[in-house]
């Protein structure tokens, strides 16, 4: 039986939507090719409410943080750690020989305007890495407070993680002025795993140009170049399935309209969050809640796992707690095409198995 997920990615994906996938092939080096990615690149802007240039990696999102921190780096590196993406993160820029600090904030909570503010007043740092939306704390990260700060240091190109988050809340990447704003498929914009996509800003380019050593495949200047260059088209060849289902998805976004699109992720939090306070307790702090997936602190003492398993038995999907947490939270996905009612009957099927 299939079980409807309600993980934080991959999540479900819709039939009309799955058929995408199988359009049949065209040359990656063709006309159609280019009027494709053309027009994923416009409803994208839309999406990420930018007028920059908009990037497809063949790759999950973990390919364009790497991009992100190799491309956009000339002197010190600073990755802010909310969570485990944020630390991998950090992990990322070492395994490049890229030179970096790591500043953790406590799990459960986020980073402080001040705390930016005060790391970056070092001069030390040319580029910064926030997570936007930690998938394993249910964390998001206060934004607006966090990019007022950023601004002030006119030469620190700032990348943002919103793998978790793009499409399902609202994130203007240009009134921000996030400068390499990054996503994966599988996540709030519901397709399945294997591409990912940033936006890229003039100053990151123009920092990327001071970058000596970017790598290859996710050199992100490269990837720009070559589409300016040779008409929207790639240097190597792109999952075109995934570009398919890209473009139309992105036209059933845009139909729902972007701000009920957001709306829907709010009604369906804040139900999964009243259930979670009135039988548990919310893990993260309760100012800075995710809008795509909450994490429920396991007060109750149950069997996530066995949860999990008679949740299978009845077709649906939930996650346990992250690394370390395993058992100490669970977490409930709530993005992409999931609906209200979606959520309901999930919740009624948990209270019934464990009798609350
Ligand atoms: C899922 C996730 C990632 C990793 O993305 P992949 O597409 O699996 O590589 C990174 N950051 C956050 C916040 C995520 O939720």
């Known amino acids: 039986m299939h079980k409807k997920l309600f993980i934080p990615g991959p999540v479900e994906v819709e039939k009309d939507v799955l058929e995408k996938l199988a359009t049949p092939m065209i040359g990656h080096r063709t006309k159609d090719a280019s009027d494709l990615q053309r027009e994923i690149s416009d409803k994208l802007r839309k999406v990420f409410h930018t007028k920059e240039e908009i990037l497809?990696?063949?790759?999950?999102?973990?390919?364009?943080?790497?991009?992100?921190?190799?491309?956009?780096?000339?002197?010190?590196?600073?990755?802010?750690?909310?969570?485990?993406?944020?630390?991998?993160?950090?992990?990322?820029?070492?395994?490049?020989?890229?030179?970096?600090?790591?500043?953790?904030?406590?799990?459960?909570?986020?980073?402080?305007?001040?705390?930016?503010?005060?790391?970056?007043?070092?001069?030390?740092?040319?580029?910064?890495?926030?997570?936007?939306?930690?998938?394993?704390?249910?964390?998001?990260?206060?934004?607006?407070?966090i990019s007022k700060v950023i601004k002030k240091y006119k030469d620190v190109v700032w990348s943002l993680d919103c793998v978790s988050s793009m499409a399902g809340t609202k994130i203007e990447v240009d009134k921000l002025g996030v400068d390499v704003c990054i996503t994966s498929t599988q996540k709030a914009l519901a397709l399945p795993p294997g591409m990912s996509i940033c936006s890229f800003s003039k100053k990151a380019i123009e920092r990327a140009e001071k970058v000596t050593n970017r790598g290859y495949y996710f050199d992100l200047l490269a990837l720009y170049k070559y589409l300016k260059k040779k008409d929207y088209q790639y240097p190597s060849t792109p999952s075109l399935p995934h570009m398919f289902a890209l473009n139309y998805r992105l036209d059933k976004i845009l139909e729902e309209g972007l701000e009920n699109r957001y709306k829907r992720h709010k009604e369906m939090a804040e139900y999964v969050r009243n259930w979670a306070k009135e039988n548990f307790k919310l893990y993260a702090n309760e100012n800075f809640l995710s809008n795509t997936l909450t994490n429920v602190e396991n007060t109750k003492n149950i069997d996530v796992k066995d949860l999990n398993k008679k949740l299978g038995e009845r077709g649906f999907a939930i996650s346990d707690g992250y690394g370390n947490l395993k058992n100490k939270t669970f977490r409930i996905a709530h993005m992409g095409e999931t609906t209200l009612e979606d959520i309901k009957e999930l919740i009624e099927n948990i209270n019934d198995i464990l009798g609350i």
Do not use: C, Q
Not at 90 to 107: F, T
């Open 56 to 145: 497809l990696s063949t790759s999950s999102g973990t390919g364009l943080l790497e991009g992100a921190i190799r491309s956009t780096t000339a002197k010190r590196a600073i990755v802010i750690s909310i969570g485990a993406f944020g630390k991998r993160w950090y992990e990322i820029a070492k395994a490049n020989n890229v030179e970096a600090d790591l500043y953790e904030v406590p799990w459960g909570e986020a980073v402080k305007a001040e705390e930016v503010d005060k790391l970056l007043s070092t001069g030390k740092y040319d580029s910064i890495f926030i997570t936007h939306n930690e998938t394993s704390t249910g964390v998001m990260n206060p934004v607006e407070e």
